[in-house]
C-alpha cells in the first residue's frame, strides 16, 4: 500500500513561513510527478505546485507564484515545499499527491494524481 505522509503544517502569522515535506516509497517517488494541492473550507481543492521527480521541471500555480518553491530530495524520497510571506489567504489543507511510476505530465488534475496523503493544516493568522 503506498503511503504518502506529510509533515510540516502548523499555525504561523502572516508574514511567516513554513516548510511542509512529503515522503514516500522510492518507487513512487522516482520519474513521477509529486504535487502539493490545498483546500480552504467552503472553497474548491487547488493545486498550488508540482515536481517531476525525474526531470526536476516544475509548476506553479499563478497564485502562489514567488511565495512557494517545491523541491526534491532524492536522498529521503520526499518532496518539500517551503511558503514564504504567508497570508491568511494560504490557510488551508494542504495535500500532497503522486501520480504513478512513470508519469511525465504533471498537471494539476486531480484525478491524474492516484495516490494521496493526508493533509497538513496550515493556519495563518493575520
Known amino acids: 500500500q503506498v503511503q504518502l505522509v506529510e509533515s510540516g503544517g502548523g499555525s504561523v502569522q502572516a508574514g511567516g513561513s513554513l516548510r511542509l515535506s512529503c515522503a514516500t516509497n522510492?518507487?513512487?517517488?522516482?520519474?513521477?510527478?509529486i504535487a502539493w494541492f490545498r483546500q480552504a473550507p467552503g472553497k474548491e481543492r487547488e493545486g498550488v505546485a508540482t515536481?517531476?521527480?525525474?526531470?526536476?521541471?516544475?509548476l506553479y500555480a499563478d497564485s502562489v507564484k514567488g511565495r512557494f518553491t517545491i523541491s526534491q530530495d532524492n536522498s529521503k524520497n520526499s518532496v518539500s515545499l517551503e511558503i514564504h510571506s504567508l497570508k491568511p489567504d494560504d490557510t488551508a489543507m494542504y495535500y500532497c499527491?503522486?501520480?504513478?511510476?512513470?508519469?511525465?505530465?504533471?498537471?494539476?488534475?486531480?484525478?491524474?494524481?492516484?495516490?494521496w496523503g493526508q493533509g497538513t493544516q496550515v493556519t495563518v493568522s493575520s
Open positions: 499527491a503522486a501520480q504513478s511510476h512513470g508519469a511525465w505530465y504533471c498537471s494539476f488534475v486531480g484525478d491524474d494524481y492516484r495516490y
Open positions: 522510492e518507487y513512487t517517488y522516482s520519474d513521477n510527478c
Open positions: 515536481i517531476n521527480t525525474g526531470s526536476s521541471s516544475t
